[in-house]
């Protein structure tokens, strides 16, 4: 048994743990306790916002863009030497930025991966993947591109849901939202001011009290099994 088995059965232990579980998919039970995974961005306002509108919409496709510099990510560190940059050490844009896959399903249930293209295209000294685009499906027939870069000097972050009623747009980076109907009419909506550790403290306060939105080992194993038909896509 592995140390991550024999910790995650420990008995009757809340067990909080980074995203993503693994950095290739196993297969593993938990017996004996309740298990999070760090899948953060559940507690922005804005995506909890959207789980709501997006309720009675007749949604036929979802774009996904999460685009930044990996030099820029972190001051104390030359981004060479972050273990985003090894492919061995778990880096690259699939497990890092795992994050849009995982709030993805949550708010749009299962997702089934069509095609992929997983590579590392850029001028970044790296041997992790710095690109990421993934087609496939959510339930309904939903249609889904999402694509994750390393590379873009431009950072987005957003979601464009386009429905038969209106197209959504979420932007993370801005935090708003912008909504136009098929008649033209735009409504928007923006959060001022969003502490940087807000998601943080109430991923961690859910976790510790109502677990009402954490991401539990099995959705975070949902996430794995979708990162697993990727890296089987580009071998």
């Given at each position: 048994m592995?140390?991550?088995?024999?910790?995650?059965?420990?008995?009757?232990?809340?067990?909080?743990t980074?995203?993503?579980?693994?950095?290739?998919?196993?297969?593993?039970?938990i017996?004996?306790?309740?298990?999070?995974?760090?899948?953060?961005?559940?507690?922005?306002?804005?995506?909890?916002?959207?789980?709501?509108?997006?309720k009675?919409?007749?949604?036929?496709?979802?774009?996904?863009?999460?685009?930044?510099?990996?030099?820029?990510?972190r001051?104390?560190?030359?981004?060479?030497?972050?273990?985003?940059?090894?492919?061995?050490?778990?880096?690259?844009?699939?497990?890092?930025?795992?994050?849009?896959?995982?709030?993805?399903?949550?708010?749009?249930?299962?997702?089934k991966?069509?095609?992929?293209?997983?590579?590392?295209?850029?001028?970044?000294?790296?041997?992790?993947?710095?690109?990421?685009?993934?087609?496939g499906?959510?339930?309904?027939?939903?249609?889904?591109?999402?694509?994750?870069?390393?590379?873009?000097k431009?950072?987005?972050?957003?979601?464009?849901?386009?429905?038969?009623?209106?197209?959504?747009?979420?932007?993370?980076?801005?935090?708003?939202?912008?909504?136009?109907?098929?008649?033209?009419?735009?409504?928007?909506?923006?959060?001022?001011?969003?502490?940087?550790?807000?998601?943080?403290?109430?991923?961690?306060?859910?976790?510790?009290?109502?677990?009402?939105?954490?991401?539990?080992?099995?959705?975070?194993?949902?996430?794995?099994?979708?990162?697993?038909?990727?890296?089987?896509?580009?071998?």
């Amino acid at each position: 048994m592995s140390y991550i088995e024999k910790l995650f059965n420990l008995k009757d232990k809340v067990i909080f743990t980074e995203k993503p579980l693994f950095d290739h998919f196993q297969a593993m039970e938990i017996k004996n306790n309740k298990v999070f995974v760090g899948y953060v961005l559940r507690f922005h306002p804005l995506i909890q916002k959207i789980k709501e509108i997006i309720k009675n919409e007749d949604i036929y496709f979802v774009e996904v863009n999460c685009n930044s510099y990996l030099p820029n990510w972190r001051n104390n560190i030359d981004y060479k030497d972050s273990y985003s940059s090894h492919k061995n050490r778990g880096g690259g844009v699939l497990l890092d930025l795992s994050h849009e896959l995982d709030y993805i399903m949550w708010l749009f249930g299962e997702l089934k991966v069509d095609h992929s293209f997983q590579s590392k295209i850029s001028e970044l000294e790296i041997d992790s993947d710095d690109i990421n685009i993934i087609n496939g499906k959510l339930v309904n027939d939903i249609k889904i591109n999402i694509t994750l870069g390393y590379f873009s000097k431009i950072s987005r972050r957003d979601i464009f849901i386009h429905s038969k009623n209106k197209t959504i747009k979420i932007d993370l980076i801005n935090n708003n939202v912008e909504t136009v109907d098929i008649s033209g009419s735009k409504e928007q909506y923006e959060i001022d001011n969003l502490e940087r550790n807000f998601m943080f403290k109430a991923m961690h306060n859910d976790i510790l009290n109502d677990k009402e939105f954490a991401c539990t080992f099995e959705e975070g194993m949902e996430t794995m099994k979708v990162i697993n038909t990727i890296q089987e896509q580009n071998v």
